[in-house]
């Protein structure tokens, strides 16, 4: 699990000890990432070659009854909006500044400061770019959109807001990682 960090790393590492304790079922990823963040000066920083973190948005409408997910354009899985922190601690402002640059979407609050999910996953290589595999350590956020209207990304081929009957019936389009939070959202976790 790693010891608490003093630096920029020490309000991630206190929001994912609270995660972990609230949600024992992913006690293990909590661990593995809790030791990233506190063994890793640079865990926000994408030249890391090992991994960095990311910061991703359960993004839902304003009624409540539908999530966002993108069409991921380079891994052609739908998934939630996110991204690269680029040096940024505060995961909760990546995670918003990148659903409301993937969506196109002004004015996402958040519902709650607290972390909704984590994950980590093993990005791919794309030696064309340079890019050894490497895995992205995940804070996943719930957030609320002001409006049901978006705009398309370069970095999605699509959009589309799923109903919790879409997330029960589409499940082969999802990782599970998608399809955990859709449960915890819809309460069925």
Same mark, same amino acid.
């Given at each position: ?5 003093? @630096?920029?790393? *020490? ?8 995660? *972990?304790?609230?949600?024992? #079922?992913?006690?293990?990823?909590? @661990?593995?990432? &809790?030791?990233? $963040? ?11 070659? #090992? ?5 991703? *948005? ?34 909760? +402002?990546?995670?918003?500044? #990148? ?5 196109? %979407? ?8 607290? %972390? !909704?999910?984590? =994950? ?12 050894? $595999? ?5 804070? +996943?956020?719930? &957030?609320? *959109? ?5 705009? %398309? ?18 499940? =082969?389009?999802?990782?599970?990682? $998608?399809?955990?939070?859709?449960? +915890?959202? !819809?309460?069925?976790?």
């Amino acid at each position: 699990m790693g010891t608490r960090p003093n @630096d920029s790393r *020490a309000s991630l590492y206190e929001a994912l000890q609270k995660f *972990a304790e609230k949600h024992p #079922e992913q006690r293990k990823t909590a @661990d593995r990432m &809790l030791s990233f $963040v506190s063994s890793t000066p640079d865990c926000f920083e994408r030249a890391h070659a #090992e991994g960095h973190m990311t910061g991703s *948005a359960w993004l839902i409408n304003p009624a409540g009854d539908k999530a966002l997910l993108t069409l991921h354009h380079k891994l052609q899985r739908w998934m939630q909006t996110g991204g690269h922190a680029d040096g940024d601690p505060d995961t909760l +402002r990546v995670a918003l500044r #990148e659903a409301e640059e993937e969506s196109g %979407i002004s004015g996402i609050l958040p519902e709650s400061t607290e %972390i !909704f999910d984590i =994950d980590i996953h093993l990005i791919p290589a794309r030696p064309a770019k340079g890019e050894p $595999v490497h895995y992205h350590y995940d804070v +996943r956020y719930l &957030l609320r *959109a002001p409006h049901e209207d978006f705009a %398309i990304s370069e970095e999605s081929d699509a959009l589309a807001w799923w109903t919790e009957q879409d997330f029960a019936t589409r499940t =082969d389009e999802l990782d599970e990682a $998608v399809r955990r939070m859709a449960r +915890r959202y !819809f309460g069925k976790a």
